[in-house]
């Protein structure tokens, strides 16, 4: 485990995961585990930012500890062995073993988000600012629509915002803004592992096909409106949903998935889409989401040198 002995810094940190850990090496102590691509590093405790020190992961085995390697029950512990042969120990919770493993393994074989030198200089505090917490403080805000702005476009601000229109007139303004949190929470978490290059190409195809045939299914019931088949487009959704679980499960925590789960659920419900689909008062909102949708759909799918064009998808 590499000791932090760097000038005063701050690190910038993508957290794929985190959690209460204790690690045996030279000796045994107990930390706040945060991984990163390319790293496992270690606080005091949850609250602190300072890094305490971190395993580099590239190159490193991660196997399940046997009997040989810890005389306790080795159901909760795991080896992190790295290239240069240092053989770490670590235990969690038996529940979240298999877990940390998998999502170990897979952060092992991405690059470090920062370059961190560790010289022979006087030792200082390198502080960790961690991109995870941008999730939770921006959402909701103009900050969280900015991030979705920025990277999907002003569109994407504007789907969200009709998806919004539609919830105050069935469920009222609590439950529209508890729906536009959950919207936007998650659309950031996306963007973070978009930019972080969390998410490899070939792990979203799947989804763009899904997404594309529910696309052009939505816009052309805004535009046709007696081809509206709510349990057709519940059942495609469903499949893009279970898809998207997959690739987000290893990044994000149990609470956020219930979050998507239960976000989804509600948009996709009859009660809902028959309000976009089927109610007079919500014409003028079907009309907009059709024509953001259009946009969309020529910036995404049709014309990939579209000179303003935020989004990068795989074209298929």
Same mark, same amino acid.
């Given at each position: 485990?590499?000791?932090?002995?760097?000038?005063?810094?701050?690190?910038?940190? #993508?957290?794929?995961?985190? %959690?209460?850990?204790?690690?045996?090496?030279?000796?045994?102590?107990?930390? /706040? %585990?945060?991984?990163?691509?390319?790293?496992?590093?270690?606080?005091? =405790?949850?609250?602190?930012?300072?890094?305490? %020190?971190?395993?580099?992961?590239?190159?490193?085995?991660?196997?399940?500890?046997?009997?040989?390697?810890?005389?306790?029950?080795?159901?909760?512990?795991?080896?992190?062995?790295?290239?240069?042969?240092?053989? =770490?120990?670590?235990?969690?919770?038996?529940? !979240?073993?298999?877990?940390?493993?998998?999502?170990?393994?897979?952060?092992?074989?991405?690059?470090? @988000?920062?370059?961190?030198?560790?010289?022979?200089?006087?030792?200082?505090?390198?502080?960790?600012?961690?991109?995870? =917490?941008?999730?939770?403080?921006?959402?909701?805000?103009?900050?969280?629509?900015?991030?979705?702005?920025?990277?999907? +476009?002003?569109?994407?601000?504007?789907?969200?915002?009709?998806?919004?229109?539609?919830?105050?007139?069935?469920? +009222?303004?609590?439950?529209?803004?508890?729906?536009? !949190?959950? &919207?936007?929470?998650?659309? #950031?978490? %996306?963007?973070?592992?978009?930019? =972080?290059?969390?998410?490899?190409?070939?792990?979203?195809?799947?989804?763009?096909?899904?997404?594309?045939?529910? /696309?052009?299914?939505?816009?052309?019931?805004?535009?046709?409106?007696?081809?509206? @088949?709510?349990?057709?487009?519940?059942?495609?959704?469903?499949?893009?949903?279970?898809?998207? #679980?997959?690739?987000?499960?290893?990044?994000?925590?149990?609470?956020?998935?219930?979050?998507?789960?239960?976000? #989804?659920?509600?948009?996709?419900?009859?009660?809902?889409?028959?309000?976009?689909?089927? !109610? !007079? @008062?919500?014409?003028?909102?079907?009309?907009?989401?059709?024509?953001?949708?259009?946009?969309?759909?020529? &910036?995404?799918?049709? @014309?990939?040198?579209?000179?303003?064009?935020?989004?990068?998808?795989?074209?298929?």
């Amino acid at each position: 485990m590499s000791k932090n002995s760097e000038e005063e810094d701050v690190v910038d940190v #993508v957290i794929l995961k985190e %959690g209460q850990l204790t690690i045996l090496n030279t000796k045994k102590a107990r930390f /706040w %585990g945060v991984l990163a691509p390319g790293r496992l590093y270690f606080k005091r =405790n949850e609250k602190s930012t300072e890094i305490k %020190g971190f395993i580099p992961l590239n190159g490193s085995k991660i196997e399940m500890a046997t009997p040989s390697d810890i005389k306790k029950s080795t159901d909760s512990s795991f080896v992190i062995t790295t290239s240069s042969g240092e053989k =770490n120990i670590v235990t969690v919770d038996s529940k !979240s073993v298999k877990q940390w493993v998998d999502i170990i393994k897979e952060a092992a074989d991405k690059k470090a @988000d920062t370059e961190i030198s560790f010289q022979n200089k006087k030792k200082q505090t390198l502080n960790m600012r961690m991109k995870k =917490n941008i999730v939770g403080k921006i959402a909701g805000t103009k900050a969280g629509r900015k991030v979705i702005r920025d990277n999907i +476009g002003p569109d994407g601000v504007k789907v969200i915002d009709v998806i919004k229109e539609v919830i105050k007139l069935q469920d +009222g303004e609590k439950k529209a803004k508890e729906i536009e !949190s959950n &919207m936007i929470k998650l659309a #950031v978490k %996306g963007v973070l592992l978009y930019q =972080n290059k969390s998410v490899k190409g070939s792990e979203i195809i799947p989804c763009l096909k899904l997404l594309k045939k529910i /696309w052009s299914d939505l816009l052309d019931c805004c535009e046709i409106s007696f081809v509206y @088949d709510q349990p057709t487009l519940a059942k495609s959704i469903t499949e893009l949903q279970m898809e998207i #679980v997959k690739i987000l499960k290893p990044f994000v925590t149990d609470k956020n998935i219930t979050r998507l789960n239960e976000t #989804v659920d509600y948009i996709k419900g009859p009660i809902l889409m028959d309000k976009l689909y089927l !109610s !007079s @008062d919500t014409k003028a909102l079907r009309e907009q989401l059709g024509e953001v949708l259009r946009k969309l759909w020529d &910036m995404v799918f049709k @014309d990939p040198g579209h000179k303003d064009k935020q989004l990068s998808l795989i074209h298929i």
